[in-house]
């Protein structure tokens, strides 16, 4: 039984950091493709950031590219997204997901989906 479970969202104020982590368990991080999403309240989930299996490349939607760094640690088991000079437009519930097709930037590409945690940034 494949669960993620993604913690360390918060609230934070303009410009500040976060660290959210993703836990999984029933996969071995060290050979899947991991994606980070989020979604806003009336707005469609989106592509945030991906991380290869062998965490050696990452993907940056052009919104948080220069801002956000997505990591792994395969040894933990743990995928990670380092949130820095956040805004309040990236407000949103953050999810991480397991890649099963090529399409990186879909959603639909993710199969395996944590609960999500909330990110709220005040102005």
């Known amino acids: 039984q494949v669960q993620l479970v993604e913690s360390g969202g918060g609230l934070v104020q303009t410009g500040g950091s976060l660290r959210l982590s993703c836990s999984a368990s029933?996969?071995?991080?060290?050979?899947?493709?991991m994606g980070w999403f989020r979604q806003a309240p009336g707005k469609e989930r989106e592509f945030v950031a991906a991380?290869?299996?062998?965490?050696?490349?990452?993907y940056y939607a052009d919104s948080v590219k220069g801002r956000f760094t997505a990591s792994k640690d395969n040894a933990k088991n743990m995928v990670y997204l380092q949130m820095d000079s956040l805004k309040p437009e990236d407000t949103a519930r953050y999810y991480c997901?397991?890649?099963?097709?090529?399409?990186?930037?879909?959603?639909?590409?993710?199969?395996?989906w944590g609960q999500g945690t909330q990110v709220t940034v005040s102005s």
């Open positions: 997901a397991r890649r099963i097709r090529p399409d990186i930037y879909s959603a639909d590409s993710y199969n395996y």
């Open positions: 991380v290869t299996s062998n965490g050696h490349s990452t």
């Open positions: 029933g996969l071995i991080i060290s050979i899947q493709f």
